[in-house]
């Protein structure tokens, strides 16, 4: 089955600089890779995914970048604001059947002033 | 509506109770889910039902039996479960194919003594 890792498990940045999440993938079969914020007591909320075809997908101040080749994917957070923080998890999946989404074990994200 | 709805949001319950968790989206999505997640773990997959038929058992434990009612509907009722089952339990919802991603609910936060 899949097995997706994560790195690293916690991340601190000051306000305004920016942060990377990595993640990488282990089924070729995989081909949707979600993004989630989890703030504290929170539900699982998307903020960006990017399938297999594509190499880079922005939507503001964030991105995500795929290199199917190497099996890798990463979250590019820029201009980081308090209310960014949160736990980001990476996830992958195949979408030709409603199949499992597989976690990473999560990045813990601080936004200090 | 873009939301997928979960009650109870807390729930307390006795080993030896019999309680359900209830989950309602109205976006048409024919993928639902169980999962659950633990303090400061990635969401583990409990259950798939796809077109209201079960599609994946993780190997859950018996105590927790699912049911898909309708296409908007998803169950899990709960029996002789045991305190490390208490945790965050997430319903989701997703096109069964070409995903968009997961839709999450709020989750219900369950508590056994």
């Known amino acids: 089955g899949e097995n997706v890792e994560q790195h690293p498990s916690t991340l601190s940045v000051q306000e305004g600089d920016s942060a990377v999440i990595k993640c990488t993938y282990s089924d070729s079969a995989s081909n949707y890779f979600p993004w989630y914020k989890q703030e504290l007591g929170k539900r699982p909320q998307l903020i960006i995914d990017?399938?297999?075809?594509?190499g880079e997908k922005k939507d503001q101040r964030i991105a995500v970048t795929l290199n199917k080749t190497a099996k890798h994917f990463s979250l590019h957070i820029t201009e980081t604001q308090p209310e960014d923080s949160a736990v980001y998890f990476c996830a992958a999946s195949y979408t030709g059947t409603a199949s499992k989404l597989t976690f990473g074990t999560g990045t813990r994200l601080q936004v200090t002033l | 509506d873009t939301e997928v709805t979960q009650t109870p949001k807390h729930l307390v319950m006795g080993m030896t109770n019999k309680k359900s968790l209830k989950c309602e989206q109205h976006?048409?999505?024919?993928?639902m889910y169980w999962y659950k997640q633990k303090a400061k773990k990635p969401p583990e997959l409990m259950f798939v039902?796809?077109?209201?038929?079960?599609?994946i058992n993780e190997s859950v434990p018996s105590r927790f039996s699912p049911e898909c009612p309708n296409s908007s509907l998803l169950n899990l009722h709960l029996h002789a479960l045991q305190p490390e089952d208490s945790a965050l339990y997430l319903c989701?919802?997703?096109?069964?194919?070409?995903?968009?991603?997961?839709?999450f609910g709020s989750g219900t936060r369950l508590t056994v003594v």
């Open positions: 990017i399938r297999s075809n594509v």
């Open positions: 039902y796809s077109y209201e038929k079960l599609s």
């Open positions: 976006m048409g999505h024919r993928a």
């Open positions: 989701a919802s997703s096109q069964v194919t070409g995903s968009r991603g997961y839709t």
